[in-house]
């Protein structure tokens, strides 16, 4: 079978920064932060003060009460991206159902439902449980919710693989519409993991940063660097074979043109030390990809701001592509947006195409000091760097050992 060309036509985003993906694009090309003091919930007992959270959404805006019951918050911002999207798009009404996917996931999913629903019923009874609750926590029922709002009736594929989660939602969808089994698919994550749960437990085992300062707290590939910075929010976007989005007069983004999936077998948390298989990922990516040799390149990576992610990702980069990786401007956008877990990697990707399509990467903002180990460029000016890319490679690993890479090529 002849495989099929695949563009993005559409995205939706819900951050830290802003309740859109435009208004979230231009503040990060301005090095604006979206970490503040944590106001979800009481911090006096945690050693972690700050986060990345959606800041002033009122669901009451875009559901009405009864809707807002049975929606965990990861589920409304969810389908609050995924509507931009689809709208951007113009997809609806123009796709025969049964070719229509939906490849949504999250890390977390409901964690605050499961929260909740624990104390509720340890101070009130089973009786008063919500009714709800299980598919409000269900990981599965974004895909789901996304499916039937859109009479998306091709495959709905909840992805789960930690922090590359929606890296592989977009990985995968690629691969389908490639193959002709299915013409759009809907793909993404949502995260609402700012609660004191899942932060709580992120603390203990000494994943988080402890600074105060949220200037000074996600900090990828700065020698200061000391944790991760918890985020959350959604990123969606509409990937679609190629001669379907012309024939119906779709704006293009970019092709996707490259993915690979591997598992590093080693260690529950700690990448592979010689990042093996995060090398091997970038490497199926770019063997799809056939990158030429005078192709422009623009990384936006992982970059968590861990001591190991960092300095093992860049020793990656460099092993796949040799010298040429200090000709590639680097970025990550987790210094401004902090850590959207099973949500980032989807909106890294919308980060890569709107590079593509702007001629602009965003800065790594915040750093300050180098590290003799990671000694790329990482785009470090605070504000965004005019560079025409022609391709944008986006990597994400997950808990487990998951490695993730995807490949945009500009659209011509």
Known sequence: MKTRRVVITGIGALTALAHNAADTWNKLLAGECGIKPVVKFDTADFKVKVAAEVKDFDPLKHFDASEIRKLDRFLQYCLVATKEAVADSGIEGKITPEKFGVYIGSGQGGFETIMDSSYTIRD???????????????????????????????????????????????????????????????????????????????????????????????????????????????????????????????????????????????????????????????????????????????????????????????TAFKTVFGKRAYSMPCSSTKSALGHMLGATGAMEALVCAKALQSGKVPPTINYKEADPECDLDYVTEGKARTFAADVALSTNAGFGGHNCALMFRRFK
């Not at 779709?250 to 490259?258: D, H, L, M, P, Q």
Request: charged residues 20%; hydrophobic residues 40%; glycine residues 10%.
């Open 124 to 314: 009130r009874g089973p009786s008063r449980v919500n009714p709800a609750a299980v598919c409000m926590q269900a990981i599965n029922l974004a895909a789901g919710q996304v499916a039937i709002k859109y009479n998306a009736k091709g495959a709905a594929l909840p992805v789960v693989t930690a922090c590359a989660t929606s890296a592989n939602c977009i990985g995968e969808a690629f691969w389908a519409i490639r193959d002709g089994r299915q013409d759009a698919i809907i793909a993404g994550g949502s995260e609402a993991g700012v609660i004191a749960l899942c932060m709580a437990g992120f603390q203990n085992m000494y994943a988080l940063s402890r600074s105060e300062d949220p200037n000074a707290a996600s900090l990828p590939f700065d020698k200061r660097r000391a944790g991760f910075v918890m985020g959350e929010g959604a990123a969606i976007l509409i990937l679609e074979e190629l001669e379907h989005a012309k024939t119906r007069g779709a704006k293009i983004y970019c092709e996707v043109v490259g993915y690979g999936n591997t598992c590093d077998a080693f260690h529950i948390t700690a990448p592979h030390p010689e990042g093996e298989g995060l090398v091997r990922a970038i490497k199926l990516a770019a063997e799809t990809a056939e990158i030429g040799d005078g192709e422009k390149v623009y990384i936006n990576a992982h970059g968590t701001g861990t001591e190991l992610n960092d300095k093992i990702e860049t």
